[in-house]
């Protein structure tokens, strides 16, 4: 009777020898992956391809000092930060990490797989993700900030409801509320930071009568140079109109042939005569 109970207390001991092979990582010690080769992979309870993978993993994981690899997991609902700052949209997720370079792997799920990869070095096909996106990176830490908010939000959210009885909508609004306040605190905040590094160039504002005071001005600055123009160029308007409507000696001598005389004088006789020799 005894023996069943003996092998069977060394099969469980072997089976957490082996998952204990797998390291796991939380907010505190993730940033062992930066040091030395990992596979690492991002799961959830829930999921029922996490759990088909499990055993194939926790195998994977055995070999660890024969492929002088470490195989790591991340629980991602305990660590809601760790799967914002990889930015999992998917589960499970596997990333191979080398000197603190990331490679999302892509390929087939199984251990044969699995030890291909590591031992023929095939990560060295996949181009490791952007600067931009390194977990280690400002903007993925930022983003992992937003993924622990949402995780305490849904908790408050659960708690309202359920301990205190609170109705969904009620909820909704105080979180609504929220939302509203922090949103105009850190817009404040943006503002105040773009107005420190980009400042404004001081402006002149004028009120509206003194911009009508400077268009008078302007109106009668260009009334003066109008009637200064005029006076120059009135005196020769003069003097061409009267040598256009003077006469010429030619049209007095012919007022003075047109002028009328009595008949039968001697000096229309002689006109005429001159005339027609013309």
């Not at 959830?44 to 993993?57: G, S």
């Not at 000197?99 to 797989?113: A, V």
């Not at 309202?160 to 609170?166: A, F, I, R």
């Not at 003077?246 to 012919?254: A, F, N, P, T």
Request: aromatic fraction near 10%.
């Amino acid at each position: 009777m005894k023996s069943p109970v003996i092998l069977l207390c060394i099969l469980v001991v072997s089976i957490n020898l082996v998952s204990s092979r797998v390291v796991e990582l939380d907010e505190n010690n993730w940033e062992e992956l930066l040091e030395g080769e990992w596979m690492v992979e991002f799961f959830a309870p829930w999921c029922p391809a996490c759990k088909n993978l499990e055993d194939i993993w926790n195998d994977f994981g055995s070999w660890s000092d024969d492929l002088s690899i470490n195989v790591a997991k991340v629980d991602v609902v305990d660590n809601p930060g760790l799967s914002g700052r990889f930015f999992v949209t998917a589960l499970p997720t596997i990333f191979h990490v080398t000197e603190g370079k990331f490679r999302r792997y892509t390929g087939s799920r199984d251990m044969n797989s699995f030890m291909t990869f590591v031992e023929e070095k095939k990560w060295k096909t996949l181009e490791p993700i952007e600067s931009w996106k390194r977990p280690d990176s400002i903007p993925m830490s930022i983003l992992s900030w937003f993924f622990k908010l949402s995780h305490f939000l849904k908790e408050l959210n659960a708690m309202l409801s359920k301990e205190y009885g609170l109705p969904t909508w009620v909820c909704y609004g105080i979180f609504a509320f929220i939302t509203i306040i922090l949103g105009a605190v850190v817009g404040l905040i943006l503002v105040c930071i773009i107005d420190f590094i980009w400042p404004q160039k001081p402006m002149n504002r004028q009120s509206f009568s003194e911009t009508q005071e400077k268009e008078k001005l302007i109106r009668r600055s260009n009334e003066a140079i109008n009637e200064d123009i005029v006076d120059d160029t009135g005196p020769d308007d003069d003097t061409s109109d009267a040598e256009k409507y003077s006469g010429s000696d030619d049209e007095e001598e012919e007022e003075e042939v047109n002028e009328p005389s009595p008949k039968g004088s001697p000096d229309v006789r002689k006109r005429r005569t001159t005339r027609k020799a013309d």
